[in-house]
């Protein structure tokens, strides 16, 4: 049922056309959002029925009233979706569910950042209130999973991932428009699916070979839909802990590359210029360049990017971060590795405590294999600064990990620095280590392990 487009979706796509709908939405109301979602739907001309099992995965890195309040997608975004799914498109009024028998099996499937509890973030997210809305919440460590062979990975050979994320009819991605310095610059479509990973999957080969590793996982999580929370966007900071700003807008795209093309032009980025988007290029997943793309809606993305032009993303070089500790980088440098996730702990440090990081005491944090002494007081950040010839004998600190955590990091800088950053609380280290292993622990003795069930492929 493709369409006619609205009166007021401007643009002169025909058929054929990979389209990219932006919508104009400036308030988190579900009554407005729908109808744009829907018009986004005609726009692109979707004429897939709602109908089966739908898989719907938002970002849901980690969400927290005070420190993480603008990084995942929205429940009231989400509220929109929903119904938009439980409806029968087009025919029935916003909101209206469609027939009891027809109705689809809508169930919303996250795993959030490493270390942490998913539950504990549906809730703090607010995403509880889709149960009312019809959706099953799925958090993927608990819940049964399938181990599923990749034959197209250049990272991955098989994965493991909820099976709710490959028993499924329809893959709609729902992400957060946000920049993020571990995949320059930017998080939208395609990077949404490293969430699907469990942590120890999510964590392999993090490093140089991040790009690769995200465009494997569109074999096996290849939305069919996208509907993008881009009323708010997360951005200039650390990927969890970086301030909102209101952008007004709404993606509505069946395409994931052609969607992180036009996201990445909102954001002033070049889309070609984006690791992930070059490779999923490359590894022909279509569009080849953004010029085959057709923005329809009504807003483009010149009128969205005077509204960022000012915005700084936050991403450079982690040496050239400005602060009193002295970074010495080495070889190799890992944008999606320790380089990436050091810089992302310095923006998260200044986006929750800005006063106190200019206070703190002078040292040096080394991160890749370097050939200098870089005297003391220095930490060592990954494998690779351990192994640099000079410093490996001299007993210094280091924070092991291929790339480590963020959680590693924090804890590491905060016990041998005694840096306290904005994320040790005292809710979020109940949610880290008594919380989640009690849930793990709950869906093992209920026979929900957290291990895999069954080979697929
Ligand atoms: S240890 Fe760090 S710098 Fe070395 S390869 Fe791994 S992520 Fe890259």
């Not at 920049?179 to 699907?196: C, E, Q, W, Y």
């Amino acid at each position: 049922m493709a369409g006619q487009l609205p009166d007021n979706v401007w643009g002169n796509a025909s058929m054929g056309e990979i389209r990219v709908f932006l919508g104009r939405c400036d308030a988190y109301e579900p009554d407005m959002i729908l109808p744009i979602l829907r018009r986004g739907l005609e726009a692109i001309g979707w004429d897939r029925p709602f109908t089966g099992r739908i898989t719907v995965k938002p970002n849901g890195v980690m969400a927290h009233h005070v420190h993480a309040r603008s990084c995942y997608t929205r429940p009231e975004f989400l509220r929109a979706v929903a119904r938009l799914l439980r409806s029968a498109y087009p025919s029935e009024g916003a909101g209206s569910p469609g027939p009891g028998p027809q109705r689809p099996d809508v169930r919303l499937v996250e795993k959030c950042g490493v270390g942490q509890s998913t539950a504990r973030v549906m809730l703090r997210a607010g995403w509880t209130v889709l149960r009312g809305e019809g959706m099953r919440l799925v958090a993927a460590e608990e819940a049964p999973k399938v181990k599923v062979r990749l034959t197209t990975g250049v990272v991955h050979q098989e994965v493991t991932v909820a099976r709710d994320m490959v028993d499924r009819d329809l893959l709609v991605f729902t992400p957060k428009l946000k920049s993020n310095v571990l995949s320059h610059g930017m998080t939208a479509a395609l990077k949404l699916n490293v969430g699907t990973l469990d942590d120890r999957e999510r964590m392999y080969r993090h490093h140089y070979d991040l790009d690769d590793k995200i465009v494997d996982m569109l074999e096996i999580a290849r939305p069919d839909l996208i509907l993008t929370d881009a009323i708010e966007i997360g951005v200039g900071g650390n990927q969890m802990t970086e301030p909102g700003f209101s952008l007004g807008a709404v993606v509505v795209a069946d395409n994931p590359l052609a969607h992180d093309m036009v996201t990445s032009q909102i954001l002033g980025l070049d889309p070609l210029g984006i690791g992930h988007i070059k490779r999923a290029v490359q590894r022909g997943y279509g569009p080849a360049h953004p010029d085959e793309v057709t923005v329809v809606g009504d807003t483009t993305i010149a009128e969205l990017r005077s509204k960022t032009a000012h915005l700084n993303l936050g991403f450079m070089r982690v040496d050239q971060f400005p602060s009193p500790i002295r970074v010495v980088s080495g070889t190799p440098y890992c944008t999606g590795g320790c380089q990436g996730v050091l810089l992302d702990w310095l923006h998260m440090l200044r986006d929750r405590k800005p006063e106190y990081m200019k206070r703190l005491k002078a040292f040096t944090i080394v991160v890749g294999e370097v050939e200098e002494d870089v005297g003391r007081p220095a930490v060592l950040i990954g494998d690779c600064a351990a192994k640099s010839p000079k410093l490996a004998s001299r007993g210094l600190p280091c924070i092991r990990g291929c790339p480590p955590t963020h959680r590693s990091i924090i804890l590491g800088l905060a016990l041998t620095r005694f840096v306290v950053g904005p994320l040790i609380r005292p809710d979020l280290v109940f949610d880290s280590y008594f919380h989640r292993p009690l849930r793990l622990a709950w869906a093992r003795r209920h026979g929900r392990p957290a291990s895999w069930e069954d080979t697929r492929r």
